[in-house]
């Protein structure tokens, strides 16, 4: 492996994976100060930030969709409209986005020593049991 693929591979493991420089090394198997170079000269913190400033923004989107979908729904609920069942399925899929990035988030606080209360809330088992039980479907399209 080359060094240009392992700068490359670095910086994804730094940016994306979350990994120190000293775990980046080890996995790579390079010294840990190539890695706090590449990471001062490429300037992997600004990737970092502008990585996490995406991130939050596409999760903030994600819930807004969420809520105006749930918000949709409902009114069809007390318009007694029929389901758009691609509407259904949406949401279903929004409401696990959310539940795994917050599965992450509290793995990742947890992973910092800092304790968070997970916040009960839809998780897909729920939205399955609503499916079957409520809505009477079975999750064919």
């Known amino acids: 492996m080359n060094k240009l693929h392992l700068l490359h591979e670095a910086e994804k493991l730094y940016c994306v ?3 120190s ?5 080890e996995k ?3 010294s840990r100060r190539t ?5 001062k000269k490429y300037k992997w913190d600004n990737h970092l930030v502008r990585m996490k400033n995406f991130s939050n923004q596409f999760a903030v989107d994600v819930y807004n ?4 979908l749930l918000t949709k729904l409902n009114d069809d609920i007390d318009n007694n409209r ?3 069942k691609h509407e259904i399925c949406a949401l279903e899929n929004i409401i696990k986005i959310i539940y795994k990035e917050e599965k992450e988030r509290t793995k990742d606080l947890d992973n ?3 304790k968070k209360k997970f ?4 998780t897909p088992d729920v939205i399955e049991e609503i499916n079957s039980e409520i809505l009477g479907w079975n999750g064919a399209y």
């Open 17 to 19: 994976e979350n990994l």
């Open 119 to 122: 916040v009960k809330f839809l």
């Open 82 to 84: 029929t389901f758009n």
């Open 112 to 114: 910092i020593s800092h």
């Open 65 to 68: 969709v969420g809520t105006k």
């Open 28 to 30: 790579l198997n390079i």
């Open 21 to 25: 420089p000293e775990m980046i090394a």
């Open 35 to 39: 890695v706090f170079n590449w990471k």
